[in-house]
């Protein structure tokens, strides 16, 4: 029903009878004409005045300037394909979209909403861009550098023009400003670790402060058993590598060490104890603490099991104690017990005995708990599409939140990291996370060369390749409604 219609969607034609009938609150009801008994007395007696809309109203609807409707209505004149249209309005539409010149059967399925009014085609309220205007046009939508929704919109009710949508789409695309300020990209899937067969195979480390004092952290990927070792004041990479000697020196030595790419890690010093010792050390992604987040959640936790402690009062000691011998969860033990193959006396009374569980339940158990936490992960999370070599792309400063542009030198043997070179020349190493991929500049099509039947199927005349069937016969679509 057309008085259920905003006033401002409704076409000028209507918007007077709107207007006047703002004041009542009444109840339509359809009824057919054939049951009308008498007609009433207004289509008995027509008026001969015109009721639409006078033309400096109706283009005066549209927020041009007076210089840029006469700039309008001035490359109007000259684009031959407007021009073209424009005798077709006058002199009539024919009855088939075949008897169009190509250029124009874009324009079918809407001729009856195309008007022209002094000198300027219309599409109901919406001003038909000449081609010469269209990137003008473009220019002032996206003015505001709104995404191409909004730009959308903003030019639903104002300007029309043959694949304007697309236009939008590719300027937004391209605008460095609106590339420069994205969002940052929604998190991947999981991808977790390697789980260890055994305790002390795989570590992870890192540093953390607590009351103006920073700590060592080194955590136990198979046992969750964390090891926190206090560091002097100005801790260098030197302290830290003595103390993870003397704590190897204890435990021995692992097979692998994960760290993130802190200073006191990537430096040359730890390269040669890792040689040295004889383990593996891997880094994570610079800037991307979740590829270690098994440390950092392990952290988090020691530090506030050590500020409850601090608040209330109890030995810290006894706390981390305390924390170390609590199960894990309900099927698996505790990580001292996992580490150290035995029940590990506390505060509380224990009945110290050989566990019998065997390693392969234990190691089934900590797989499906790992699994569950991937499940839980992947439910909001999709992966991104791989880089490769040479390919340029924006990547995201981790203080500014600014996309800049780069480019993929290589790929590490880290998953989802890569090395990029910026423009002054800079090697970095980033996650894939932090880098976009460039979507790469595409000719804007026009409705001068609108002839793909992707953009309007009913546009190419050109005969295709009759469909044989196996029997020989020769398929013949039906013509319908004669177009």
Not at 1 to 26: C, D, E, G, V
Not at 40 to 51: A, E, F, H, V
Not at 150 to 168: P, S
Not at 309 to 330: E, F, K, Y
Request: glycine fraction near 4%; charged fraction near 25%.
């Amino acid at each position: 029903m057309i008085h259920q219609k905003p006033l401002t969607s409704a076409p000028p034609r209507l918007q007077r009878m709107l207007m006047r009938l703002q004041p009542y609150n009444f109840t339509l009801q359809y009824r057919p004409g054939k049951e009308v008994p008498v007609a009433d007395s207004l289509s008995r007696s027509p008026t001969t005045d015109g009721t639409h809309i006078p033309l400096d109203i109706q283009i005066n609807l549209v927020h041009f300037t007076a210089d840029r409707l006469a700039a309008v209505k001035r490359e109007t004149e000259r684009d031959p394909i407007l021009q073209e249209l424009k005798q077709i309005i006058i002199s009539g539409w024919p009855d088939r979209m075949k008897d169009l010149p190509a250029p124009l059967r874009p324009y079918w399925s809407f001729r009856d909403e195309l008007a022209i009014a002094d000198g300027i085609l219309m599409k109901g309220c919406c001003v038909v861009i000449p081609t010469a205007m269209h990137t003008y046009t473009l220019n002032k939508l996206h003015e505001g550098h709104q995404v191409a929704t909004k730009t959308k919109l903003r030019a639903k009710d104002t300007v029309y023009w043959l694949n304007m949508n697309q236009d939008i789409d590719h300027v937004v695309s391209q605008c460095p400003t609106c590339q420069e300020h994205q969002r940052s990209q929604t998190k991947e899937t999981l991808l977790p670790h390697e789980l260890p067969t055994r305790p002390w195979q795989i570590l992870g480390t890192d540093l953390f402060h607590f009351e103006g004092n920073e700590y060592l952290m080194i955590a136990d990927y198979y046992s969750k058993f964390p090891l926190v070792h206090r560091m002097p004041a100005n801790c260098t990479s030197g302290a830290v590598i003595d103390a993870t000697q003397q704590i190897f020196s204890e435990h021995g030595v692992p097979e692998k060490i994960i760290s993130d790419n802190g200073p006191h890690f990537a430096s040359a010093a730890y390269k040669v104890f890792a040689d040295e010792w004889g383990f593996t050390h891997v880094t994570s992604s610079p800037h991307f603490p979740q590829s270690n987040g098994f440390v950092e959640r392990m952290i988090q936790t020691v530090k506030r099991t050590m500020t409850k402690a601090r608040a209330c009062g109890q030995n810290i000691s006894m706390a981390l104690l305390c924390l170390r011998t609590t199960p894990v969860d309900s099927k698996l033990p505790s990580p001292a017990e996992l580490l150290c193959g035995r029940k590990v006396q506390s505060n509380l009374p224990v009945v110290i005995q050989n566990t019998s569980e065997h390693k392969d339940q234990t190691y089934q158990r900590l797989q499906d708990r790992q699994a569950q936490q991937k499940a839980y992960q992947d439910r909001s999370a999709h992966d991104l599409k791989p880089l490769h070599p040479g390919q340029l792309v924006r990547v995201q400063d981790p203080r500014t939140g600014l996309w800049t542009p780069a480019q993929i030198k290589q790929r590490c043997e880290e998953p989802r990291s890569y090395v990029i070179v910026t423009p002054n020349g800079r090697e970095l190493r980033r996650n894939r996370r932090h880098l976009r991929d460039i979507e790469p500049a595409k000719k804007r099509v026009t409705f001068e060369d609108d002839t793909s039947p992707s953009r309007n199927r009913e546009v190419q005349d050109t005969p295709k390749t009759p469909t044989i069937t196996r029997s020989g016969r020769q398929v013949k679509p039906p013509k319908r409604l004669d177009l």
